[in-house]
């Protein structure tokens, strides 16, 4: 156990090094401890996203392929879903996931077929359309102005190109779908549907103070964005959720995002500083209590970041902050990582076989590598021991296709939004 801590200790200590020296594409320097073992995944400053871990399973290569796809992901865009290789990370104008298609443009009214990619259906040049302001259990969190925090969903080219080959726009289409051949999204690279896989994003949005625009360096992403009242803001992001079909594993990789002014761990210390939905000064305001605007939400991060995520977290943020003190993307981190084992103990474990379906829900977890996963801004009043992504996802009552008949819907929340064709 001494020797382990050591090895621990001497990575990320070169890590550190490694990254204030190294700047824009600094590979790990040990990946046995910090990505894993026996692991071939390097996390670098780079646009580059991977579809596989190319070594065995565990919570630490799982944690370094998070933070390339967060790095990817949050890359600025050329073009809808393709990051600009000429351009730097934080650099400006619209990211990678911010052009990729919201549900809404996906499952339109009367089962309308959505636009193909790259041609939205809202300007890009805009700002931002925010109106969504419930989480998944229609509660709203209300940070320390009195203002909600709004929530977005978007869909990757490979997953796009899947539901339009299936028309799963379609509630209709969807149903006989599901009932002759199961729906299976694509998990990793496939000459059908894409060199990636299904990537889903959910986005929380919280409207920023003049307080929080006049920090230097900025602490928050932002984006402009118009409101549901029809008025317009500048947004932070403040939590992000990603799910990753990575190949070989059925229920994919779970990973989630924070700022780190949000809200204090349950039970540490205090810090001097300002929390976006934490009151210090408010001892009598009820915790994790659910409140409507403008009465502000006290929140607290009831389970702190994963033990495993914590070096990778230092080591990605120093090169970031490393490549360029200003950037935002220093003030985020990886909360933690889910995904299936199939069978405590294996150090490599077997995929699940996809099933052909209809298949009913709920649907396996697969034996995930924990239990106990959420987001404090983006699941803020379910934040209990053994509640997760997967948990959730795999629930019958809303990862299921739409219509009449719920059938699995491949641990998607965003199929069920498909809807009838008119009469």
């Not at 009214?109 to 419930?134: E, N, T």
């Not at 320390?144 to 209709?172: H, Q, T």
Request: glycine content about 8%.
């Amino acid at each position: 156990m001494a020797e382990q801590r050591r090895r621990w200790l001497a990575a990320l200590l070169l890590a550190l090094s490694c990254a204030a020296a190294c700047g824009t594409a600094c590979a790990a320097p040990d990946a046995d401890t910090l990505c894993g073992g026996f692991s071939k995944l390097r996390i670098e400053l780079a646009p580059v996203i991977r579809a596989d871990l190319g070594g065995s399973a565990n919570d630490h290569a799982f944690g370094c392929l998070a933070w390339q796809s967060f790095i990817y992901l949050n890359w600025p865009a050329k073009a809808p879903g393709e990051p600009d290789p000429g351009a730097r990370f934080g650099g400006p104008g619209v990211t990678v996931w911010e052009t990729y298609k919201r549900h809404d443009e996906v499952f339109r009214p009367a089962a309308a077929p959505p636009a193909p990619w790259g041609v939205p259906d809202r300007s890009r040049g805009g700002p931002r359309p925010l109106s969504i302001i419930q989480q998944t259990d229609g509660e709203t969190l209300v940070d320390r102005a009195g203002k909600p925090v709004y929530y977005e969903m978007l869909i990757n080219r490979d997953e796009f190109n899947y539901i339009v080959a299936n028309r799963l726009y379609d509630a209709a289409a969807q149903l006989a779908v599901a009932r002759r051949d199961g729906i299976v999204l694509p998990a990793g690279p496939s000459a059908a549907y894409g060199p990636v896989g299904t990537i889903e994003i959910k986005a929380a949005w919280k409207v920023l103070s003049a307080v929080e625009l006049a920090q230097s360096p900025r602490r928050f992403h932002t984006v402009e964005a118009m409101l549901e009242d029809g008025s317009t803001a500048t947004v932070g992001l403040v939590g992000l959720h990603l799910n990753q079909r990575v190949t070989g594993f059925t229920e994919g990789l779970w990973a989630s995002f924070l700022q780190v002014d949000s809200a204090p761990v349950a039970g540490a210390e205090e810090p001097a500083q300002a929390y976006s939905f934490y009151d210090p000064s408010c001892a009598h305001c009820a915790v994790n209590a659910r409140t409507k605007p403008p009465q502000s939400t006290q929140v607290e991060q009831v389970f702190p970041v994963a033990p495993s995520a914590r070096a990778i977290n230092d080591f990605v943020r120093a090169m970031i902050r490393s490549n360029d003190p200003a950037s935002p993307w220093q003030f985020y981190e990886l909360l933690g990582v889910q995904w299936p084992q199939f069978a405590a103990g294996l150090p490599t474990p077997e995929p699940e076989p996809r099933q052909r379906l209809p298949q009913g829900v709920p649907l396996s977890i697969g034996t995930p590598s924990t239990s106990t996963l959420m987001n404090p801004v983006l699941e803020t009043f379910r934040q209990s021991p053994n509640v997760s992504c997967l948990g959730c996802h795999a629930d019958g009552a809303t990862a299921a296709s739409a219509g009449a008949l719920p059938l699995a819907a491949d641990y998607s929340f965003l199929l069920a939004h498909a809807q009838r064709a008119a009469r």
